[in-house]
């Protein structure tokens, strides 16, 4: 538990679902009555919508021109593919790249594969800092004789990320993938035992995966008191003007 000023965050519970899923429930005071719901609404609003994730925006393919084409050594058209490819969860092993601007930096991966045989997720060639969360995640079939080549390009973003202009070559089939590594959010208000007009948050965070609960919080509450800040810094420089209701 970290106390400070007569708030505290906790850390109640921890544990991986049997779907490798990520559970987290925390608890947040103190707060006065009425604060705690207005503070669990945003905070489950923002936990769904504003956290950041690795995804596939760009594919690659050879001999591909448009997403209803089709590979005669892969037995899925290539929508199916690339549909496939958007259900990848990926996450990094630098803990810290949460931290860093959005949709600043690119990353490659590639799939070289000889048939025949099944491709999944752990037959992609991703950059060190990457991995597959779900290393089974099926893509597709490749025939006998058959050579899948294809190039992917991955970002770290936001959701807001597909109302972003984006630039695209000729032979890039865009993935329209939306980041949603929270999957799901709880809570309930309690009353203190001790301070009966004071209350605290019991929060509940599933993740898919690629990012642990209490990363995820800290993020959410990092970014809100950020904004905050930021309109209050200017509400300060804001000249106030004063209106005469006789006029």
Known sequence: MVVKNNKFVSSIESRVQENNELYGRFHLGCFGIG?????????????LSDIPAFIITKVEIDDVRHEFDSIEAIQENILDVLLNLKKLT???TDSKLIDTPLNEKQYTAYINFSGPGVITANDIHFPNDIIP?????????CSNTGI???????????????DKPKTQNSNELNL????????QVNYTIQKLSNFPDQEYISLEIWTDGSIEPDIALRYVLEKLTKLFFN?????????????????
Not at 134 to 139: A, L, Q
Not at 176 to 183: E, I, L
């Open 231 to 247: 309109f209050a810094n200017l509400a300060n420089k804001m000249d106030l003007v004063l209106i005469n209701e006789s006029d």
């Open 148 to 162: 899948f080549n294809a190039k992917l390009t991955i970002e770290f973003a936001d959701p807001y990320y597909l």
């Open 90 to 92: 990926l996450t990094s």
């Open 133 to 141: 969360v779900y290393k089974d995640t099926y893509i597709a079939t």
């Open 35 to 47: 604060q705690a719901l207005t503070i669990a609404n945003a905070l489950r609003r923002t936990l």
């Open 176 to 183: 329209q993938t939306v980041p949603k590594p929270v999957k």
